[in-house]
DNA sequence: TTGAAAGCGGTACCAG
DNA sequence: CTGGTACCGCTTTCAA
């Protein structure tokens, strides 16, 4: 990698000492108070339009803008929510973070990001993000909350609402894991699969991330109905992510009675699955069907079969609830039921 | 979708009307000045450390967090970055982004995120966020700087570093995409390609995107080198974007003499010539082979060949960069030179 | 080594 | 309708 150390051209701005205009330069440039230009920089109609016409010109021969942190000290409240999630272990976070931008930008709201990607992050998120000055609420993306988390938030008064994952004494948006990992499982069945695998997270992995354990319910139940034998041997659980999810896969299609089907817990997993099949040899879906869960981007050009889930909504939806409590709005929780399978070519 | 609302459980804790401690209540509970406390907080040695302990525990047991807004507000400096960039129309920034996050949390940066999708949106991003007591400094990613913007960023003493895209009076990373282009296209020719075709961005694109053009450059480089004359009926410019390039592509590949091979400017846009070829059901590489730029995670798994450029590493370096800017280190510009062809199997 | 007090840049109450 | 001014919560002189 190339470095140039650059002479600064024309040199900056900030170096000049030039200090921005305060409300107080307005103030004295339009001959008026402090207190009539927070008027009209607030739109509250009392100010003659006269004196609103003064102000107005001496904010843009002053080229002034108001500071939005003295603001947030002044009214307690900073205009911004909060996202803590595991935003790159995660591509089904990116998506809905879209939703959370879109509704947050709309509503006059800025973003903050916290990654969550290791333990300590986690910590750290809670201990210095989570404060009620630097956000006004703050949305928890598919990573559970323990009880003594939410009592500290709660006593900090910090509104939050959580996506993916729901906790009784939090807002939250989910939707029903067990039903969508028996949609997937059905949908194999439909397919005359009986030797179904299941591949998917450890219940004790280290963020606690609880929606492949609920698919696997899911894909329990389905079986039972259908009355299929369930085979543990079938089963394979480990790390979250697409290189586990393919040695998994690999051991089990390497097996004697080797399974026709497999339900990953997620699209990232469901790649993996892929990886494997091809590693092997195995056609897909001929040798080996597979199906996935969450339906992101990627699905689609790969060609995979999936579980949709609306995940830029959920996180749209998320905001909301979340701009509706720090307005002051009852607990609520709302449970997303879109789910559906969309068949592509793996199955 | 379906909405329960709910009674609070207990009750948030933020209308019992408890306020939160504030480092006066920590001064008395400690029967010491604010002057002391706050002389802990940072720890100023001066501080004898008897005095040390009893504030201590006096923040323990108050649950005291000091305000950061209030310390922006007396500081002067907020301590985060902002990142300004089309975050969901570009899976690339999601990358680099990665990067940034990375670095930014390392040196106890917060993160502000504005996405910019639109040309509302963008104007929004240098009129509201570009603040300098909203953020030290900001981080544009692959969004070109207007000259005017750059000189009120610079009026206005906010440090700015941009990524992915240069501007001669920025600090910014960048890669040398003529040389991109060429890799993208040497390989082609290597493999005896003659008629290879080129999707990419309009020039005239609502954001003014340049790589594109910048590796279109590259490929008509590549080919004066090799003697092959170039052919603008194979090339094939349209709006960023997966859909559009697979219309542009599936033209391409109807034509008489048809291309034996495609260059596209971005892996997005190639997963769009991608899903062509198999629309025509024509085979990749043996009926057209496929090249790409940028590798994000999706083309390892898609088997997409394509100039890998480090995604990852720009972010950090643009972080790092504007940290040190923040410092007050004179501007900087650095040409990430990893760029390599990943061979796969699309070639 | 400690404390009193003057900012930082807004908002909003209270008079006039 | 407008102005004076006391906050908001922290940092940082300046004196003691």
Chains 1, 2 share one sequence.
Do not use: W
């Not at 003659?48 to 002034?64: F, K, N, P, Q, T």
């Not at 394979?236 to 040695?247: D, I, L, N, Q, V």
């Not at 969450?294 to 079969?305: M, Q, R, V, W, Y």
Request: glycine content about 8%; overall charge neutral; some cysteine.
């Amino acid at each position: 990698m190339a470095v140039r150390l650059g002479h600064v051209e024309g040199g900056p701005a900030r170096s000049e000492g030039r200090r921005a205009a305060t409300i107080r330069d307005v103030a004295r440039h339009a001959g008026v108070s402090v207190a009539t230009v927070s008027r009209v920089l607030n739109d509250i109609p009392v100010v003659r339009s006269e004196m609103r016409d003064r102000v107005r010109e001496a904010i843009a021969e002053l080229g002034y803008r108001p500071s939005s942190t003295a603001r947030s000290l002044s009214l307690g409240r900073s205009q911004a929510i909060g996202v803590v999630a595991p935003f790159f272990t995660t591509p089904s976070v990116v998506e809905r973070l879209r939703g959370v931008s879109q509704r947050a930008g709309h509503h006059g709201y800025g973003l903050m990001l916290f990654d969550v990607e290791t333990p300590e992050q986690r910590a750290g998120a809670f201990r210095d993000f989570a404060r009620l000055d630097r956000v006004d609420g703050l949305l928890v993306i598919s990573l559970p909350l323990l009880d003594d988390e939410v009592e500290a938030l709660q006593r900090d008064g910090l509104p939050v609402v959580m996506v993916d994952i729901g906790h009784p004494r939090v807002p939250h948006v989910v939707i029903d894991d067990v039903r969508g990992g028996e949609l997937a499982t059905e949908h194999m069945l439909a397919r005359g699969h009986t030797r179904i695998a299941f591949v998917g997270d450890r219940p004790d992995n280290p963020f606690g991330f609880t929606s492949s354990e609920q698919r696997r319910r899911g894909y329990h139940a389905a079986l039972r109905k259908a009355g299929v034998p369930a085979a543990p041997e079938l089963e394979a659980r480990g790390r979250h992510g697409r290189e586990e999810a393919r040695a998994l896969t690999v051991a089990l299609l390497r097996c004697d009675d080797r399974p026709t089907a497999v339900f990953a817990a997620s699209d990232t997993q469901a790649v993996g699955v892929l990886e494997a099949a091809r590693a092997l040899d195995l056609r897909v879906p001929e040798d080996v069907a597979v199906i996935g869960f969450d339906d992101i981007e990627i699905a689609e050009p790969l060609g995979l079969t999936t579980v949709r889930q609306p995940l830029r909504q959920s996180g749209a939806r998320g905001a909301d609830l979340l701009l509706a409590e720090i307005a002051g709005a009852a607990m609520q929780v709302t449970e997303l039921d879109a789910l559906a399978v969309v068949e592509r070519r793996t199955t």
